[in-house]
């Protein structure tokens, strides 16, 4: 089975720390991807990564850095943690997009609280 | 353009009953159509998905229908079950040209089956 996994589950922080957040998998994938999920809004694109050290920016990527050094590992960087990031992070990961099916696999979640 | 329309937020339907949910889009670029299920406490997954040459897809008790011209597509769970209690997440997709990609999502149905 395909596995993405994030490092922390739960983390609580406060404001003006920095926070890392990690994500392995386990499928030499070459895509990764983290999103963040809150109520009403649904998933919404921080920053993706195509390729080892390569680096996309998503919809919301203001407040937030990504790593990618090593293919199966994606970290997710908040250099100062503030209030309106307490959220649930979710990391994915997939195989090249072609022309038929394609799927993103996700881990199980970093609800990351910001005091 | 590069968002995607998902209705209703939230849904109740009788056991056996047939929820339906929508979706719609505004950029034709979009070739890729599908839809995640997530359960509380885990990450997304895929549930179904479809491509715009066709316009239903059927995978056992889940059912796409795909609107081009209309730029809108559908998710029917047929005989719903309880355990079939989750949220849905649409999401499109466009061809960025090589292996890169990713995914657009809705803002997500809470679905409940009640006994």
């Known amino acids: 089975d395909v596995k993405v996994t994030q490092s922390s589950r739960y983390l609580v922080k406060r404001t003006g720390e920095k926070v890392f957040l990690e994500c392995v998998q386990d499928?030499?994938?070459?895509?990764m991807f983290w999103y963040r999920q809150d109520p009403g809004l649904g998933l919404r694109l921080i920053y993706f990564?195509?390729?080892?050290?390569?680096?996309e920016k998503g919809d919301i990527p203001e407040g937030y850095s990504v790593s990618r050094e090593k293919k199966e590992r994606f970290s997710l960087i908040l250099e100062s943690a503030s209030t309106n990031q307490t959220s649930m992070y979710l990391c994915a990961s997939s195989p090249p997009r072609d022309r038929g099916f394609w799927e993103l696999f996700f881990g199980e979640g970093s609800r990351l609280t910001v005091l | 353009q590069q968002q995607v329309k998902q209705s209703p937020q939230s849904l109740i339907v009788q056991k056996g009953g047939i929820p339906i949910i929508n979706c719609a889009y505004e950029?034709?670029?979009?070739?890729?159509f599908p839809w995640y299920q997530q359960f509380p406490g885990k990450g997304p997954a895929l549930l179904i998905a479809?491509?715009?040459?066709?316009s239903e897809k059927k995978e056992g008790r889940f059912t796409i229908s795909f609107n081009k011209s209309a730029k809108q597509f559908s998710l029917h769970i047929m005989d719903s079950q309880p355990g079939d209690s989750a949220t849905y997440f649409c999401?499109?997709?466009?061809?960025?040209?090589?292996?890169?990609?990713?995914?657009?999502f809705g803002k997500g149905t809470k679905l409940s089956v009640k006994p």
């Open positions: 990564s195509y390729d080892v050290k390569m680096k």
């Open positions: 499928m030499d994938h070459e895509n």
């Open positions: 479809i491509r715009p040459d066709v």
């Open positions: 950029n034709t670029a979009f070739d890729y």
């Open positions: 999401a499109a997709s466009k061809d960025y040209g090589g292996s890169q990609g990713n995914l657009i």
